[in-house]
């Protein structure tokens, strides 16, 4: 489910412009293609045609679309280009570069898993010193809200929760998070 919900947060405006069909239409060798039309396409192409996927994907990312490394890395079953990527982008401080990083740490996707490690990095794209999307900072929150539910620390669990309920434009993360503030109120009680 994780995994599910940081692909909508990374893609988000990407599965909103991309619509539901695959456009057979758009040209990859059109001079005048856009890096967001191949983009959009190497993520339609996921379900609709996997066979064009990796050609779309590189595509995007020749014309600076990074993040469709990770729709091709995930075909693939290879992280290795996105790992190096993303390190590589998060030295320039680029947020996204931090949350997918974070994510394949805290899931063990293509690395031996770290929670503390994601933390970490979850963390530092939380208070970096420069523009962020909302989306990204209240996503980066509820994924440690979680990881402190797995902890169980109920305080800083309830501390992000609360960040995303106040914060949040998504129904779904206000909705987790009023999950969450419950069992921290109700776990905070019982200490």
Not at 51 to 69: F, V
Not at 106 to 115: A, C, K, M, P, Y
């Amino acid at each position: 489910m994780f995994r599910i919900l940081f692909l909508l947060c990374v893609f988000s405006p990407l599965l909103y412009a991309a619509g539901p069909r695959w456009d057979n239409s758009i040209d990859i060798n059109d001079p005048d293609l856009t890096g967001e039309v191949a983009a959009e396409q190497c993520h339609k192409s996921l379900i609709n045609a996997p066979e064009k996927l990796e050609l779309w994907c590189e595509k995007a990312i020749e014309m600076g679309y990074w993040n469709s490394l990770v729709t091709l890395s995930m075909h693939i079953g290879d992280g290795s280009r996105l790992i190096a990527e993303a390190k590589k982008r998060m030295e320039k401080k680029e947020p996204k570069a931090y949350s997918i990083l974070a994510w394949l740490y805290r899931t063990g996707t293509f690395v031996e898993q770290d929670i503390n490690y994601a933390m970490s990095l979850y963390k530092e794209l939380i208070t970096l010193d420069i523009e962020r999307p909302n989306s990204l900072i209240t996503a980066a929150h509820l994924e440690l809200a979680y990881l402190y539910k797995a902890q169980q620390n109920w305080a800083a669990m309830g501390e992000h929760a609360h960040y995303v309920y106040e914060n949040t434009m998504i129904n779904y993360h206000k909705e987790r998070a009023a999950e969450l503030l419950a069992l921290a109120e109700q776990n905070n009680i019982k200490n």
